[in-house]
T-cell receptor, first 111, second 112 residues
Framework: DQQVKQNSPSLSVQEGRISILNCDYT??????FLWYKKYPAEGPTFLIS?????DKNEDGRFTVFLNKSAKHLSLHIVPSQPGDSAVYFC??????????FGTGTRLTIIP | GAGVSQSPRYKVAKRGQDVALRCDPI?????LFWYQQALGQGPEFLTY????????KSGLPSDRFFAERPEGSVSTLKIQRTQQEDSAVYLC??????????FGPGTRLTVL
């Protein structure tokens, strides 16, 4: 039972354009959502988060949008840079409980 | 050190062998988490410590898995009688809460 789903295993985007990574969840109790970035042979690195009381959070080139009614969140990266090439995981939690991760999306930025 | 460290980075074990994986969290982080990441999957929660207390071990897949953090800093994940399905990357993370956890590089375990 996959409670957090990332349906796109991979995504390729031209450098300078916008990258949009999507995530869907099924557990309506989730109230905190995070995005992590992972390079090969390294652990995931925290990128940005959003609480369920908000619908948008922005940090530099990264913006996360949350649509609670659709149980959907997305990560926008603009402009995309070659260093953004990595695997991106979305994760969710209920209050201060364990994180549930999606299966990841491999983003490739084409120079 | 500045970040979470884990050792060994790679471990190859024969089926039935016991293994011990170590995690050194960031100094001052009271919370410590272990995750298992199978190939092509996202990390899956195993267990959680607050200081030396193991508050949640609901993700441990079997009684062959055991974790400890006796002094509230370094933690060890032990797997007894390893099986091939235990092959995965084991990630340790620390933080001040369940949110915004800081991950180590992981230990890649291969059971032959």
């Amino acid at each position: 039972d996959q409670q957090v789903k990332q349906n796109s295993p991979s995504l390729s985007v031209q450098e300078g354009r916008i990258s949009i990574l999507n995530c869907d969840y099924t557990n309506s109790m989730f109230d905190y959502f995070l995005w992590y970035k992972k390079y090969p042979a390294e652990g995931p690195t925290f990128l940005i988060s959003i609480s369920s009381i908000k619908d948008k959070n922005e940090d530099g080139r990264f913006t996360v949008f949350l649509n609670k009614s659709a149980k959907h969140l997305s990560l926008h990266i603009v402009p995309s840079q070659p260093g953004d090439s990595a695997v991106y995981f979305c994760a969710a939690s209920v209050g201060n409980e364990k994180l549930t991760f999606g299966t990841g999306t491999r983003l490739t930025i084409i120079p | 050190g500045a970040g979470v460290s884990q050792s060994p980075r790679y471990k190859v074990a024969k089926r039935g062998q016991d293994v011990a994986l170590r995690c050194d969290p960031i100094s001052g982080h009271v919370s410590l988490f272990w995750y298992q990441q199978a190939l092509g999957q996202g990390p899956e929660f195993l267990t959680y410590f607050q200081n030396e207390a193991q508050l949640d071990k609901s993700g441990l897949p079997s009684d062959r898995f055991f974790a400890e953090r006796p002094e509230g800093s370094v933690s060890t994940l032990k797997i007894q009688r390893t099986q091939q399905e235990d092959s995965a990357v084991y990630l340790c993370a620390g933080g001040s809460s369940y949110n915004e956890q800081f991950f180590g590089p992981g230990t890649r375990l291969t059971v032959l």
